[in-house]
């Protein structure tokens, strides 16, 4: 059901950083939370969202967290 209510599609940018937001919101978690968990520093995380970081480990990285994000994988 969250794939249908919050769109995970956006290339790295500010709309995919309210998009994850949304989705975490709604599973109660936080991009802080997320990122332990997943064994990375938010800062990175927030910079791959936003696409300030853009390399291989960066899309890495977003690929990982559409997955986890999205019901059945991306």
Not at 6 to 35: C, F, K, Y
Not at 43 to 49: G, S, V, Y
């Amino acid at each position: 059901m969250q794939a249908n209510i919050v769109d995970l599609s956006h290339d790295p940018s500010p709309e995919l950083m309210r998009a994850v937001r949304a989705v975490l919101v709604l599973r109660g978690q936080s991009l802080g939370s997320w990122a332990r968990a997943n064994g990375v520093q938010r800062q990175n995380l927030c910079k791959a969202i936003l696409g300030e970081w853009d390399g291989p480990k960066a899309r890495d990285l977003i690929d990982r967290l559409r997955n986890d994000l999205t019901p059945g994988g991306a």
